[in-house]
């Protein structure tokens, strides 16, 4: 194999964005409907703005794909702009008041410019939508050993939602959160979702933002994905990265997380237990009687699912301006408004399950080697059973 | 230059630590009194376990640097352990019961071995020797560029310092925190570290582990460090990478961190000011009234000071044992005990502050090129000179 | 600047080839006439295949490019296939004879399937024209440091050009190779390539194939790109690699290369003169009488013009067939023919150039730093002073 | 796993030469001896200087390896110098006028120093130590997978070796090399040698210096190392970029190499049969005639051997001095006289060897994946099964 890794391309209103996936196994089957699915739950979350409406995202695939399955070649994802307009002075015109929280000020120094339209193009959050189809592409290739994600809007400013999403119960959420307006799964009560979108409404009055904390948990991992070996190659390294990678994130947690600092190691670590009846599951039987890890030990995946939780700040696009300055002339101004949302954090769900989901992907690649998704397989079977046969008679 | 990067090697037990650091430029006045300053840093804090007292870390470089000043070759640093003794049996005897919170579990499965032996001793937290190495070589080369770091404890389970830590009055507060037990720069009434200890000594009492929340602020980034054109050289993303792949680091914040979930967008995001009385500095004169976004924004530096937040967990070995499994048996079984502290939430407030210096370090690196710190400074202050001329005639 | 680099995806009869470049400053005037002018000429040479008729190769820029410069995002170049039926199985049916020579065998095997076109779609040469639009971009960045490149034909089959290129007089040569039906700039007489073109002539009636050698200089060169710090940071390394990269290549010769093996040392390096009346060029007056290195001495420029040599073998598509086996059967048979090509050491001539061009912009990223232009231009002035007045007085 | 990497570090008269080898899996019998036995072969050969009396060089294992086999974890491999004066200006004094031919010049202006020292002691091919020893610790790796490498030299000057060196019969060349002075396995009649060796002496009587050819083949990879997909993951682009990085090699060959040119593709292309009493080793059966594609084919092995030859240019240190510049006044003087050899060739051979190795190792890696030995193994021989049962029922 090439190493599994993506990159993106493109601007806000750009002809398009796209994602460069390489290091795929061949052999996977490229489920498009349900990477458009995920587009579409990127679009939608009560709280987004006008552009939502103009944009249909749908993935088009320029390579590495025959007739519906991989072929282990590079694969190019298209997400064409319908509001692609970025060459046109006067309906892209140029920006000289910066907006406090966005890239506007630092990326224009560092571009040396006073336009800050040339750095904000590329540091839109529209760019996520080439990542959810990097990440969806991967979930297709984890559904064959098993691996599933889910990923949900735990909080929105003071309302909470204090639901366990456990890995015996959590596809029951599944529709609950695709029901809910903010992909909260509060279910039949809905009161959770209800008081989020209740700020999010009186945010549109105030002329403000709101942001909030969203989680994805990956169900079905082996223990051993990852490395405790190098740092960089460090699962929970990985995953951090890749979620404060994400535009508007300010925190990452797994598990616990920040809480940690404030238990005692018995409260905090979980119990090892052996129950044989799940020995054939991925976990290999190793089972806890909680989850304050978030499935990461040392690097590594140790079976339980990981959990991982984002913080998004308030979009930095406020309808009724912020303090700032003119570049051209350093005098005092009011940031500019550019088309945007109250709150995307449902959005920003959809975006750290798949960008999780990718992190995960790339875990399964290194530690089961193979360019089919046959040899995969098979050497992921193989790995379990070697595991599941400790001690090894040579180990 | 080659890119900046770092790689450790070694075990808790083996022969050394070392650290590979590349693409160092030449000319950096290596100061290996101020390296060994913070490896005894990191050696020291309240709570720590014997090992500690064995060993006396000190560098010795093996490469890279002539007559004290770099000539642009890869820098080994490596620290000796007196305590080596990983081929001994007798002394380094298999563990087969693995710790809860530990890499020793997945450790185990991943290497298809049943002594957790074989991974612990690689995933000890004595590899931050290495790292505390490197980052405070990285140290030695940002000086040049006016660049300075600052990391200390903020809270110890449930005792917290308040204290804020400002551009014009941290050097204050390196005294105070190199006079508290556990470098929390609390001065005078020394009432948070006393607290620290308290809840340390009663965690020992309970043969119980204790974790804490450490920050680094990073002082004279100019704005334009990092990048918004992927994900992948964020700064914001290498930070919680570097951070989150610190051993027992569970959580990383930026700024204002998980806090900014809870509060709308006017009460999130720094105004933006021109001062010229300071468009002399790095920061060009860009002055905000606070620092919620902890100095970066659209993943680049924006000339506020950087602040990082990282939440340690207890560490997982506890004196009391954890419930656990015997790995050969499966049967159930309580964790083995390796000597291990009691709280290592100081020695992590110096890893953080050192691990996050590299990555600024790296981020130099990139922005102004080079191969000489002639060539670097030179080419920092034509920056510096530029972005002050905005508009360029041809910008 | 985040570093440079490209990636290509794309199947010889998929939708599109694309390279995504990474890491190109602002402020590049991407010359899209130039891009395809090159790409035109990877289409053409005497003894091409009907595949370049049906192709009219243009580029079109996707992302990181505003009304004709690019902005520090990275660019995606797309050619779109007027061919394109690969989901098509009748008109792209399974082949289950491999060629000798191609990566047909190698890769079924790899992938785990007896159909060859699961890998030939992919590793045909068709991809190379994303390799030449990546390249040419990259010479629209290297214009304004003054470094130019020129790729020709130096022998197909026997027939082999004696001539030499020069500094002093390479633009005239332009001309003339591009007047050449194969690329050979043999000038008025046009004897080398009338030899060339009879080869292919004969070959063709032979139906059989040729290859041959290629060559790229690149002039403007300072000292100091590329390194020796690490291997795989040194430039001829990277050359290397890059040459050897491109399909059907089998050999890469920097300078003299090979001949290096049969003269003693006195007869092989270049003498080192300083002349004063060129100080003023890239090369700041380090002048050679002979320029057997190829311009890299120790990995790096040394200011002399960058010579690399390519061989490329002849195309692995005979139209006479080679002996091969059936994959699902394990029995002799013919191997299949694919449209192909006589001779495409032209249009190698070209990828080479373009391949050569990208690895130099490369290093000049490396050395210079910097996000945009301005500031790219303003650090390779200052380094060209700097290295002007050594001995610095501190250094 | 992580990926299989090295890195060295160390100058010439520094402290130690060091490898720092990342990705290895965890238990590979790491044979010491076998390691130092490399070691001693590059520090022999007719024609070297006195520096390889001075040192005898010995591997020192710093980490990654407990009770003689890996864990999995970083292994740092030390050459320490008996030779070690780097700080001492008495002993290793300024140098101020390159040799034409080595890094001196381009690394002087490129560090902006006029002492050729700062750059010399890190670009001299003592480096090459560290190399071999990393290359040497992969093929106790590739043992395991029945993969073994045979390095030699092929010619000096004019004097060539024309013998053959086969699948059949490699093993018997072997105990010739070793007993030949110059590393050339021509046997009983030792002709080339004598001859070798008369041009060597030749070279030193008349100051001069002399380079040669030489050769590595790899014996046992199976077909689908290396790839098609990305021109940076193709094993020629590797195996290239690796042995052009090797100090003063300026021309890198694969299979037939150059003279590909020169014949017409039906005298190129090795015609593919199948052998069924063959299937059971790692060519999986696919036996050639001939070999001229040097075992790859689309940028992966084919099952023949991987054939590779590298030139390299005489050493640039000559007795007799060459025409140069003093870089502080830049008036013509003759280059300085560092203690050198007549002829490394012989020592190259090793390097090659064991860089070679290294590039066939990461390969495996990539194919296989796996921590362990027992799971590499185990999915290597899964690899060759599926592959014999082609075509599989879904293929």
Known sequence: MSHLTYQTAGESHGPALVALVSGMPAGVDVD???????????????????????????????????????????????????????????????????????ADMAGSVKYLTTDCRET????????????????????????????????????????????????????????????????????????????????????????????????????????????????FDRLDARLAGAVMGIQAFKAVEIGLGKECAFRPGSKVHDPIAFDPSRSGTASLGFVRSSNNAGGTEGG??????????????????????????????KQAATSAYERSDICAVSAASVVMENVVAFEIARAVREKFGGDSMVEVEAQYRRYLELARGLPLDRG
Chains 1, 2, 3, 4 share one sequence.
């Not at 984890?142 to 366990?164: H, K, N």
């Not at 009161?191 to 979108?197: P, V």
């Not at 999010?200 to 709101?210: E, G, M, N, P, S």
């Not at 009724?320 to 002339?329: A, E, F, I, K, R």
């Open 300 to 329: 590594m995946t140790n079976g339980a699912p990981v959990v991982v939780r984002g913080t998004m700040k308030p979009i930095a696009t406020l309808l009724q301006g912020m303090p700032s300055v003119d570049l051209n002339t």
């Open 120 to 231: 904000l193009e590329r540091a839109s959050a529209r760019e996520t939508a080439a990542r959810v189809a990097a990440g969806a592409l991967a979930r297709c290739m984890l559904r064959a050993v098993g691996i599933e994600t889910f990923g949900f809007v735990r909080a929105i400013l003071d309302a909470t939602w204090a639901g366990e999403v456990a890995e015996g119960s959590w596809r029951s959420l599944v529709a609950e959160r695709d029901a809910s307006e903010v992909y909260c799964p509060d279910g039949a009560s809905g009161a959770a979702t209800e008081r989020m979108c209740a700020i999010i409404r009186q945010a549109k009055i105030d002329k403000d933002t709101v942001g909030g904390l969203v989680e994805a948990h990956v169900f079905g991992c082996p223990p051993g994905l990852g490395s405790t070996m190098n740092w």
């Open 32 to 102: 498009v409907d349900f990477i458009n699915g995920e587009l579409s739950r990127r679009q939608g979350g009560y709280g987004r703005g006008a552009r939502q409406r103009i944009e249909t995202d749908r993935v088009e695939v320029l390579s590495g794909v025959r007739r519906g399955r991989s072929i282990g070649s590079p694969i190019l994802l298209k997400v064409a702009n319908k509001d692609s307009r970025l060459d046109d002075l006067a309906k892209t015109p140029p920006v000289h008041t910066p907006r406090p929280g966005h």
